[in-house]
């Protein structure tokens, strides 16, 4: 199972970027899938998450409290890929983003360790 996560890029604040996550190798039937960011010297924080069922009914969305109402996790059954459409950017956004997945399902989805596959990074810098 590969993930290759893209769109990153450089913003100004109040910009829009929409991050792609397209995972490759399995199609999971169900399953979770999660957003995360890292800046240097700090630890990878959950942003969003999303989780589908029987093949991609929607079971449940959650964000990060600085990221509610700015961001929108979604998902593509055709193309098998997650998306983050990200609103109203501002600086402190800036991070490198990564997604995850993982075929079962976690209370702690919240967290990097219930996630066995994980992309690459993309980079998001966000100026004032």
């Known amino acids: 199972v590969q993930l290759q996560a893209c769109g990153g890029g450089l913003a100004q604040a109040g910009d829009s970027l929409r991050l792609s996550c397209a995972i490759s190798?399995?199609?999971?039937?169900?399953?979770?899938s999660g957003w995360f960011r890292q800046t240097p010297g700090k630890e990878r924080e959950f942003v969003s998450a999303?989780?589908?069922?029987?093949?991609?009914?929607?079971?449940?969305?959650d964000y990060a409290d600085s990221v509610k109402g700015r961001f929108t996790i979604s998902r593509d059954n055709a193309k098998n890929t997650v998306y983050l459409q990200m609103n109203n950017l501002t600086p402190e956004d800036t991070a490198v983003y990564y997604c995850?997945?993982?075929?079962?399902?976690?209370?702690?989805?919240?967290?990097?360790?219930?996630?066995?596959?994980w992309g690459q990074g993309t980079q998001v810098t966000v100026s004032s």
């Open positions: 995850a997945a993982d075929r079962d399902y976690s209370s702690s989805y919240y967290l990097p360790d219930p996630y066995q596959y």
């Open positions: 190798g399995r199609t999971f039937r169900s399953g979770t």
């Open positions: 999303i989780r589908w069922w029987n093949g991609g009914s929607v079971s449940y969305r």
